[in-house]
């Protein structure tokens, strides 16, 4: 029993599992799908507002490149000397610092001019840092010197990095003057995002090679470490973040390994629940100018959905998880309850075979079990093999008078138990066959052992029926001829009249004596009157019918009972008789004759009024000279 | 300068029980470079001493004197006129150590500037940027300057305070004013733009790490000034941050020269915009 439920128990864990992962998939599924959603709102609006800034930037470089005034001091820059240069780099300053004010408030941090040889022309955010080499950290830049083309995407700089606008500046023959460059404010992306999508936070995080270890050593420390992964920085950092941000940064760690998501590069969005909020981060995954991903935009969100497809599905497992824990227990009721039957049912099984008799457990239709007595009795070795064979012990009742068997079943009676239940307990006798073909006569025993089965038994009562029927038959034959006497008569007589009368036959009295028999004993004595007597039966029993019944009335008198259809097949059987007798010899008396009186029994008389009418047709058949039949 | 200090502070509190100083930084700097420049000694002192630092982030030098005079700040990092002009109203604080210069003086100066293509026209008021009030280089050494190089007097002409040395030197450079006043190695800075240096003022003591008499006893003080003097230069670059410079002692001694005895205008004379 503890094995099995070992084994269901463990079948129970297996089952919680694969419930609880199934559970767990269509959970992830749901949020999944509003992850991804968010993460393309996040890709979209990111993407709608660089667009928007291109055509901004785009803009201020017509203006730029229109100016004959700028376009001229560019031109002079190329050929001029050192201090030259730093006046008209003041003056271009001096030029376009409202530009420059006006792009600031467009959350524009950077307005760059670059050389035509690729170096630092003006700052506009820092203008006493010019001068040096760009080109070789900034492709963006030598796009421009090289090719002459314009550049847009995601750049590392010397003193920030950000998303850039970098446009090549041509003279009117075509001459490259150099370089203009229009940063985007991080801060704005994020910002703007926040305000588009509102968001809690956002962040942009970008590799350390990308940021810091790119940037001029003094303006290192305008860099900090992300807490979101060490091999990621994040510009301008404000100290006083968020506590929420960098709690939830912290629990997401502990639960997701988010430097190795961030090393697969691709757009990815974490779930999580804090504090009984639900939250998701969303990071959007940026390439710079050579589509090499060099950072994240981070959007920090409130995810209250989150809350209730957690309920949702908690609510689920748990029903499910109560529904498997009642099946666990019915499956542990049901075991231990078989186990419980099986038990008493061994049991019983002993019990009963241990019992002479012949014991089967059935509900009637179904056999069950039977004990050794049972297999012993039919010659088989096991039960399986009688099943084989048959189906149920009844089929072994033979139909017999006095025995119970199948042909008795009464309508309405289910079974041939609840047949024999019905039936008083001393009726309940069947009659059975052994192995070998041997009667057996056996009294049912039938006692109810649960709702549905019975216990059966059978004792062998062989030996007292049969001397039950030895003392009838001593009882209602004559000892001397064997043959039945009155008593046999009297307890029988109205039995054969109702069997005749089913077969719609008439009961034929045939009363007849020996002639002058007083004269055989006073001659030869009583013992050969006794020989005549018993001779004399013998020749009648020998000239009827089976079914006819031979009964010594009293002295030299008998009668013959004979089923006939009318009273001449009667005369013609006691004719018959009557020349058996007169033919056959007897030992020392040689030969002697009958009279014989014949009446048909009518169903409104008495039968012994029947008796005394064949009685009185003998006294005419003597009176008429003896050895007649008189009807 | 901030380092020091912090360390200053935590060794005047080894064995004492963890202690927090209120700090006032410089007020014309924002807090987030404040906190840059002095986040290494910081976290050094409290790693090592467990001394935490309280930032206390004021608009101006009026409440630093507040501060001060109300006991709600143990230290400051002063440029040396705001400190003169709060010791003047305030004789419970002192300098005790003198942070260098990024170029490794002790001391520096002041100058005027202007954009060299730009031609003053002095028989005109001009306009002049200047950076705070309470600034060495802003009013007060802009006016002895104007007044020794060109006699004119600051307080017949144009002014206005664009808050920061860089802001008042870029203010020249848009053509916005004439002239700025400011720390000399800033103003070079902006060589490359074409500001040229038309005036220099004498050496000036620098900027101090300023205590409160009142919240921290003089034991205290003196222990700190010792063991901060102690460090070698080596030691000061290893800690890092503005200590890295160099340290040197200092006392209201060296403030004495200033004559603070002029009336600087809180604001500017001109509007602008």
Same mark, same amino acid.
């Given at each position: 029993?503890?094995?099995?439920?070992?084994?269901?128990?463990?079948?129970?864990?297996?089952?919680?599992?694969?419930?609880?992962?199934?559970?767990?998939?269509?959970?992830?599924?749901?949020?999944?799908?509003?992850?991804?959603?968010?993460?393309?709102?996040?890709?979209?609006?990111?993407?709608?507002?660089?667009?928007?800034? &291109?055509?901004?930037?785009?803009?201020?470089?017509?203006?730029?490149?229109?100016?004959?005034?700028?376009?001229?001091?560019?031109?002079?820059?190329?050929?001029?000397?050192e201090n030259e240069k730093k006046i008209l780099r003041g003056k271009l300053y001096r030029k376009l610092y409202k530009e420059y004010k006006?792009?600031q408030?467009?959350?524009?941090y950077q307005f760059h001019f670059?050389?035509?040889?690729?170096?630092s022309l003006l700052r506009f955010d820092q203008p006493y840092l010019n001068g040096d080499?760009?080109?070789?950290?900034?492709? @963006? *830049?030598?796009?421009?010197?090289?090719?002459?083309?314009?550049?847009?995407?995601?750049?590392?700089?010397?003193v920030?990095?950000?998303?850039?606008?970098?446009?090549?500046?041509?003279?009117?023959?075509?001459?490259?003057?150099?370089?203009?460059?229009?940063?985007?404010?991080?801060?704005?992306?994020?910002?703007?995002?926040? @305000?588009?999508?509102?968001?809690?936070?956002?962040?942009?995080?970008? $590799?350390?090679?990308?940021?810091?270890?790119?940037?001029f050593?003094h303006l =290192?420390?305008?860099?900090?470490?992300?807490?979101?992964?060490?091999?990621?920085?994040?510009?301008?950092?404000?100290?006083?973040?968020?506590?929420?941000?960098?709690?939830?940064?912290?629990?997401?760690?502990?639960?997701?390994?988010?430097?190795?998501?961030?090393?697969?590069?691709?757009?990815? @969005?974490?779930?999580? *629940?804090?504090? +009984?909020?639900?939250?998701?981060?969303?990071?959007?995954?940026?390439?710079?100018?050579?589509?090499?991903?060099?950072?994240?935009?981070?959007? !920090?969100?409130?995810?209250?959905?989150?809350?209730?497809?957690?309920?949702?599905?908690?609510?689920?497992?748990?029903?499910?998880?109560?529904?498997?824990?009642?099946?666990?227990?019915?499956?542990?009721?049901?075991?231990?309850?078989?186990?419980?039957?099986?038990?008493?049912?061994?049991?019983?099984?002993?019990?009963?075979?241990?019992?002479?008799?012949?014991?089967?457990?059935?509900?009637?239709?179904?056999?069950?079990?039977?004990?050794?007595?049972?297999?012993?009795?039919?010659?088989?070795?096991?039960?399986?093999?009688?099943?084989?064979?048959?189906?149920?012990?009844?089929?072994?009742?033979?139909?017999?008078?006095?025995?119970?068997?199948?042909?008795?079943?009464?309508?309405?009676?289910?079974?041939?138990?609840?047949?024999?239940?019905?039936?008083?307990?001393?009726?309940?006798?069947?009659?059975?066959?052994?192995?070998?073909?041997?009667?057996?006569?056996?009294?049912?025993?039938?006692?109810?052992?649960?709702?549905?089965?019975?216990?059966?038994?059978?004792?062998?009562?062989?030996?007292?029926? =049969?001397?039950?029927?030895?003392?009838?038959?001593?009882?209602?034959?004559?000892?001397?001829?064997?043959? &039945?006497?009155?008593?046999?008569? %009297?307890?029988?007589?109205?039995?054969?009249?109702?069997?005749?009368?089913?077969?719609?036959?008439?009961?034929?009295?045939? !009363?007849?004596?020996?002639?002058?028999?007083?004269?055989?004993?006073?001659?030869?004595?009583?013992?050969?009157?006794?020989?005549?007597?018993?001779?004399?039966?013998?020749?009648?029993?020998?000239?009827?019918?089976?079914?006819?019944?031979?009964?010594?009335?009293?002295?030299?008198?008998?009668?013959?009972?004979?089923?006939?259809?009318?009273?001449?097949?009667?005369?013609?059987?006691?004719?018959?008789? =009557?020349?058996?007798?007169?033919?056959?010899?007897?030992?020392?008396?040689?030969? *002697?004759?009958?009279? !014989?009186?014949?009446?048909?029994?009518?169903?409104? *008389?008495?039968?012994?009024?029947?008796?005394?009418?064949?009685?009185?047709?003998?006294?005419?058949?003597?009176?008429?000279?003896?050895?007649?039949?008189?009807? | 300068?901030?380092?020091?200090?912090?360390?200053?502070?935590?060794?005047?509190?080894?064995?004492?029980?963890?202690?927090?100083?209120?700090?006032?930084?410089l007020p014309t700097k924002n807090? %987030?470079q404040?906190?840059?420049? !002095?986040?290494?000694?910081?976290?050094?002192?409290?790693?090592?001493?467990?001394?935490?630092? $309280?930032?206390?982030?004021?608009?101006?030098?009026?409440?630093?004197?507040? +501060?001060?005079?109300?006991?709600?700040?143990?230290?400051?990092?002063?440029g040396p006129l705001?400190?003169?002009?709060?010791?003047? %109203?305030?004789?419970?604080?002192?300098?005790?150590?003198?942070?260098?210069q990024k170029n490794?003086n002790?001391?520096y100066r002041c100058v005027l500037a202007k954009f060299k293509v730009d031609n003053i026209?002095f028989?005109?008021?001009i306009k002049v940027a200047l950076t705070q009030p309470l600034s060495t280089c802003g009013y007060y050494m802009s006016s002895i300057l104007l007044?020794?190089k060109f006699?004119k007097?600051l307080?017949?002409e144009y002014y206005n305070y664009e808050m920061s040395h860089t802001k008042a030197l870029i203010s020249v450079v848009e053509g916005r004013y004439d002239m700025a006043g400011a720390k000399e190695d800033i103003a070079k800075k902006f060589d490359s733009l074409g500001v040229e240096i038309i005036a220099y003022s004498?050496?000036l003591?620098g900027f101090?790490?300023?205590?409160?008499?009142?919240?921290?006893?003089?034991?205290?003080?003196?222990?700190?000034?010792?063991?901060?003097?102690?460090?070698?230069?080596?030691?000061?670059?290893?800690?890092?941050?503005?200590?890295? =410079?160099?340290?040197?002692?200092?006392?209201?001694?060296?403030?004495?020269?200033?004559?603070?005895?002029?009336?600087i205008?809180?604001?500017g004379n001109i509007?602008e915009e």
């Amino acid at each position: 029993m503890k094995s099995k439920i070992g084994i269901v128990f463990l079948f129970f864990i297996v089952v919680v599992y694969l419930f609880n992962t199934y559970i767990q998939n269509l959970k992830q599924k749901d949020i999944d799908n509003i992850l991804t959603l968010k993460t393309e709102s996040l890709k979209v609006s990111t993407r709608a507002i660089l667009d928007t800034y &291109y055509s901004v930037t785009k803009k201020f470089y017509f203006d730029i490149t229109h100016n004959d005034e700028i376009m001229e001091m560019l031109k002079r820059f190329k050929t001029s000397s050192e201090n030259e240069k730093k006046i008209l780099r003041g003056k271009l300053y001096r030029k376009l610092y409202k530009e420059y004010k006006l792009l600031q408030e467009l959350s524009v941090y950077q307005f760059h001019f670059h050389t035509f040889d690729g170096k630092s022309l003006l700052r506009f955010d820092q203008p006493y840092l010019n001068g040096d080499a760009l080109i070789d950290f900034r492709k @963006s *830049i030598k796009n421009a010197v090289i090719n002459h083309k314009e550049t847009i995407g995601l750049e590392a700089g010397r003193v920030y990095s950000g998303f850039r606008y970098v446009f090549p500046i041509l003279s009117k023959d075509k001459g490259y003057l150099g370089s203009v460059e229009f940063s985007i404010s991080f801060d704005a992306l994020k910002y703007k995002l926040i @305000s588009n999508l509102n968001l809690i936070d956002a962040k942009f995080i970008i $590799k350390k090679s990308e940021s810091y270890d790119k940037v001029f050593k003094h303006l =290192r420390a305008l860099f900090s470490k992300s807490i979101i992964d060490d091999d990621y920085y994040i510009e301008r950092v404000s100290y006083k973040q968020k506590d929420i941000f960098i709690k939830i940064i912290k629990e997401l760690k502990k639960q997701y390994n988010i430097k190795k998501l961030l090393s697969q590069q691709k757009n990815f @969005s974490l779930p999580i *629940i804090y504090d +009984g909020n639900g939250y998701s981060l969303t990071f959007l995954d940026m390439k710079n100018t050579s589509g090499e991903s060099i950072g994240y935009i981070v959007a !920090f969100d409130e995810f209250e959905r989150l809350l209730d497809i957690n309920k949702k599905y908690s609510f689920l497992f748990e029903i499910g998880i109560l529904i498997l824990m009642m099946l666990f227990a019915l499956i542990i009721v049901v075991l231990y309850q078989f186990d419980k039957l099986k038990s008493d049912t061994k049991k019983l099984q002993k019990l009963i075979d241990l019992q002479e008799s012949i014991v089967i457990l059935t509900d009637g239709n179904k056999f069950e079990y039977a004990n050794k007595s049972f297999l012993e009795f039919f010659g088989y070795e096991t039960f399986e093999e009688f099943l084989k064979e048959h189906n149920c012990i009844c089929e072994y009742f033979e139909d017999k008078d006095d025995f119970f068997s199948l042909d008795k079943i009464k309508q309405g009676e289910k079974n041939w138990i609840e047949s024999l239940l019905n039936i008083p307990l001393k009726q309940r006798v069947v009659y059975i066959k052994d192995k070998d073909g041997i009667a057996h006569m056996f009294n049912v025993n039938i006692s109810k052992y649960d709702n549905e089965t019975y216990i059966v038994s059978f004792n062998d009562i062989s030996d007292t029926i =049969r001397e039950k029927y030895q003392l009838q038959k001593q009882v209602v034959k004559d000892k001397l001829t064997d043959v &039945y006497n009155r008593s046999y008569f %009297e307890s029988n007589i109205h039995k054969l009249i109702k069997f005749y009368k089913s077969e719609d036959l008439k009961l034929g009295i045939i !009363f007849f004596d020996i002639d002058f028999f007083k004269s055989v004993n006073d001659t030869y004595g009583h013992d050969v009157g006794d020989y005549v007597l018993k001779t004399l039966a013998d020749i009648v029993k020998n000239n009827i019918r089976k079914t006819d019944k031979l009964i010594r009335w009293g002295g030299e008198e008998f009668i013959v009972i004979a089923s006939v259809n009318n009273l001449e097949e009667l005369y013609i059987l006691a004719e018959h008789l =009557r020349n058996k007798v007169q033919d056959f010899r007897f030992d020392k008396v040689e030969k *002697i004759t009958c009279s !014989f009186g014949l009446a048909i029994h009518k169903d409104d *008389i008495d039968i012994y009024k029947t008796v005394k009418l064949a009685d009185k047709n003998l006294y005419m058949a003597k009176q008429s000279g003896r050895n007649k039949v008189i009807s | 300068m901030y380092k020091l200090f912090l360390i200053l502070i935590l060794f005047l509190t080894l064995n004492a029980k963890e202690i927090t100083y209120r700090f006032a930084p410089l007020p014309t700097k924002n807090i %987030e470079q404040n906190i840059k420049e !002095f986040l290494p000694i910081h976290v050094y002192m409290k790693e090592k001493y467990g001394i935490n630092i $309280k930032y206390v982030k004021l608009k101006n030098y009026k409440d630093i004197l507040n +501060g001060f005079k109300n006991n709600t700040i143990d230290i400051a990092y002063l440029g040396p006129l705001p400190f003169v002009t709060l010791y003047n %109203e305030y004789k419970q604080i002192e300098p005790i150590l003198m942070i260098k210069q990024k170029n490794g003086n002790a001391k520096y100066r002041c100058v005027l500037a202007k954009f060299k293509v730009d031609n003053i026209d002095f028989s005109k008021k001009i306009k002049v940027a200047l950076t705070q009030p309470l600034s060495t280089c802003g009013y007060y050494m802009s006016s002895i300057l104007l007044k020794k190089k060109f006699n004119k007097d600051l307080k017949d002409e144009y002014y206005n305070y664009e808050m920061s040395h860089t802001k008042a030197l870029i203010s020249v450079v848009e053509g916005r004013y004439d002239m700025a006043g400011a720390k000399e190695d800033i103003a070079k800075k902006f060589d490359s733009l074409g500001v040229e240096i038309i005036a220099y003022s004498d050496y000036l003591p620098g900027f101090s790490i300023v205590v409160n008499k009142n919240t921290i006893s003089k034991k205290q003080i003196r222990k700190l000034q010792k063991i901060f003097l102690n460090f070698t230069d080596e030691e000061l670059k290893k800690i890092g941050g503005i200590v890295s =410079r160099g340290i040197v002692k200092t006392s209201v001694d060296d403030y004495k020269s200033l004559n603070i005895k002029m009336k600087i205008p809180q604001k500017g004379n001109i509007n602008e915009e």
